[in-house]
Structure formats: structure tokens, C-alpha cells
């Protein structure tokens, strides 16, 4: 459960980084004018919060990777939750849907 709520916890803190960067791009843009305005020649963090070009592939993976991980922690949780509450190990449970099968068939 502690890896799932980290997770969670990665996806919540990299979703706005997330959006900031690969959906909703006007802020990426206003900081690209601001820093070119000022006179930098590489783009600053001049907008909190707003990644800068180079650092979009770190976001980008980052959400993605937690997001991928929470939904599969997710999975297998609710699979353990659901064998707590029907009293069987994962060996008994792939047994009886093998039997399950097989008595199906043999209608």
C-alpha cells in the first residue's frame, strides 16, 4: 500500500508539470519569449513551476512511469484484497479457474 500511495503521490506532484509541458503549452511559450526579452540566450525558469524545454523528457517519464506503476500496484492490490476476502492463496484461485475451465468444456 506504501508503494502505491508514493506512487499516487508521484503522479499528483508531476501532473502539472505534465500539462504545463506537453498539453497546454502557453506558459512554455510566454516563459520562451520572456527569457528571449531579457536577453538570455538559453531559456530560463523564469515562470515557476513551468519546465524548461530541455527537462521535458524528465517529466514527460516521470509521469508516465508513475502513473504506469500506480495502475499496476493498483492491480495487484485489488487481485490481494479480492483473495483476503474469498480465503485463498493465488495458487488455489489459478486451480479453481482451471477447474472452472475444464468443467465448462465438458458441458
Known amino acids: 500500500i506504501y508503494t502505491f500511495i508514493g506512487m499516487v503521490y508521484g503522479v499528483c506532484l508531476t501532473a502539472p508539470?505534465?500539462?504545463?509541458?506537453f498539453i497546454d503549452t502557453t506558459l512554455l511559450e510566454q516563459q520562451i519569449q520572456m527569457s528571449q526579452s531579457r536577453g538570455y540566450t538559453e531559456e530560463q525558469h523564469l515562470i515557476p513551476m513551468i519546465?524548461?524545454?530541455d527537462e521535458h523528457v524528465y517529466v514527460i517519464l516521470s509521469f508516465v512511469f508513475c502513473l504506469a506503476l500506480s495502475l499496476a500496484v493498483c492491480a495487484l492490490m485489488s487481485f490481494h484484497i479480492y483473495l483476503i476476502f474469498t480465503a485463498q492463496t493465488t495458487v488455489e484461485c489459478h486451480g479453481n479457474n482451471t477447474r472452472k475451465k475444464k468443467s465448462k468444456r465438458g458441458r
Open 17 to 21: 508539470l505534465f500539462w504545463c509541458s
Open 51 to 53: 519546465p524548461t524545454t
